[in-house]
């Protein structure tokens, strides 16, 4: 096994923050239909631009203390975090797709499950602040899913059929995204006489479905219907949520994929070795 090196992890680390950098831009910005690239950063508050120095990702707002450099107004915590969670985010993936060697890292995988985490952080970000999960996240993430499907499976096989397969999966897993939204919906209605899912839900299960494929799509979706139970019921015991009010599902959605993602593997190993063991003498 090999012991990651500091410095690789390090810049991945800055690498992933710079990016969670622009998350924040893109979630503050999105929802709100301004453009992400102008004006440049500045303070919400004085709307002074920010120079590089104060651009720099988490330690910028540490050296500042968490104010602004021009008018000394608190810059919220949650800017730092979603960076530094970025960062170690794809120090994870990295991990994660790397396994025990660095020497079979496939650029591909990598490159893919930093793009999807970074789509599912910005939409569960903007779900929770606003409830709406915006097309256009959606809807280019499901497209580079698709693209990304066409990708491993070019790189796999190096055959046309390969990509054609892959891609292939990719599209059964969005469609059934949407069919499991459907059921999710049906159910909810049932068993909490309400559910109140959006569209955007269902275009982001197709998204999952197209990056995951359909067994941890299936995955995925239980994990954010048994996290967005506890964390519903848990809520409403302590009265931060009233009953009949709306709780947003796309966190859950992205938390769940996310599992899916790093533990998916051993979680279906483990659930088939328990349901479905191997009969003895084979
Ligand atoms: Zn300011």
Not at 23 to 35: D, F, I, K, T
Request: charged share 10%; hydrophobic share 55%.
């Amino acid at each position: 096994m090999i012991i990651f090196p500091v410095m690789l992890v390090s810049v991945v680390f800055v690498f992933g923050a710079s990016i969670g950098s622009f998350l924040n831009v893109v979630v503050y910005r999105l929802p709100a239909g301004l453009s992400l690239l102008r004006p440049p950063s500045h303070c919400p508050h004085c709307l002074h631009p920010l120079a590089m120095r104060d651009n720099v990702p988490v330690f910028g707002w540490l050296w500042l203390r968490g104010k602004c450099r021009y008018c000394r107004t608190a810059i919220a915590p949650r800017y730092p975090i979603v960076e530094a969670v970025t960062g170690i985010l794809f120090v994870a993936v990295l991990r994660n797709v790397a396994g025990p060697s660095l020497l079979n890292l496939d650029p591909v995988l990598l490159l893919g499950h930093w793009i999807l985490i970074s789509w599912l952080l910005a939409l569960a970000l903007i779900d929770a602040d606003t409830m709406t999960l915006p097309n256009p996240l959606t809807q280019s993430g499901l497209v580079l899913g698709l693209l990304y499907q066409g990708a491993v499976g070019w790189s796999a096989t190096g055959q046309v059929i390969g990509l054609i397969t892959h891609l292939m999966g990719g599209i059964i897993g969005a469609v059934l995204g949407i069919w499991l939204l459907d059921a999710i919906f049906i159910i909810g209605s049932m068993v909490l006489g309400q559910a109140a899912l959006g569209g955007g839900d269902a275009k982001l299960a197709a998204l999952m479905g197209a990056w995951l494929g359909w067994k941890y799509l299936l995955l995925a979706g239980f994990l954010a219907c048994a996290f967005g139970a506890v964390v519903g019921t848990t809520a409403m015991a302590l009265g931060w949520l009233k009953r009949r009010q709306p709780m947003p599902f796309g966190p859950f959605l992205a938390l769940g994929t996310g599992v899916a993602l790093f533990w998916g593997e051993s979680i279906l190993s483990i659930y088939l070795s328990l349901f479905f063991p191997a009969p003895n003498g084979l």
